[in-house]
């Protein structure tokens, strides 16, 4: 059974910082390029970065310099750390694979709000 369990979103002002987490389970994580999502209300889920089996990574220029996706192949765990914060980077964020294996789902993801 395929498990994504995304934690770590929060309140935090414009400027601030948060790290995300996701857990995975069921998966073959180490062979998979891993990638974070976000979906603002009213918006199509958006893809946010990814990183490759090997860390590899690639950001979208909405948050290119900002945020940094890293993981971590022995705990099938991988990262999103944000730094500088917008408002319009508010939104519920989810993990899985890039691109989405059918069979996988989605978690509940983690909800980030940021204030201005």
């Known amino acids: 059974q395929v498990q994504l369990v995304e934690s770590g979103g929060g309140l935090v002002q414009a400027g601030g910082s948060l790290r995300l987490s996701c857990a995975a389970a069921?998966?073959?994580?180490?062979?998979?390029?891993m990638a974070w999502y976000r979906q603002a209300p009213g918006k199509q889920r958006e893809l946010v970065a990814t990183?490759?089996?090997?860390?590899?990574?690639y950001y979208a220029d909405s948050v290119k310099g900002r945020f940094t996706i890293s993981r971590d192949n022995a705990k099938n765990t991988v990262w999103l750390q944000m730094n500088s914060l917008k408002p319009q980077d508010t939104a519920v964020y989810y993990c899985?694979?890039?691109?989405?294996?059918?069979?996988w789902g989605w978690g509940q993801g983690t909800q980030v709000t940021v204030s201005s």
């Open positions: 069921g998966i073959g994580f180490s062979s998979n390029t």
């Open positions: 899985n694979g890039f691109p989405v294996p059918q069979r």
């Open positions: 990183v490759t089996s090997s860390s590899v990574t």
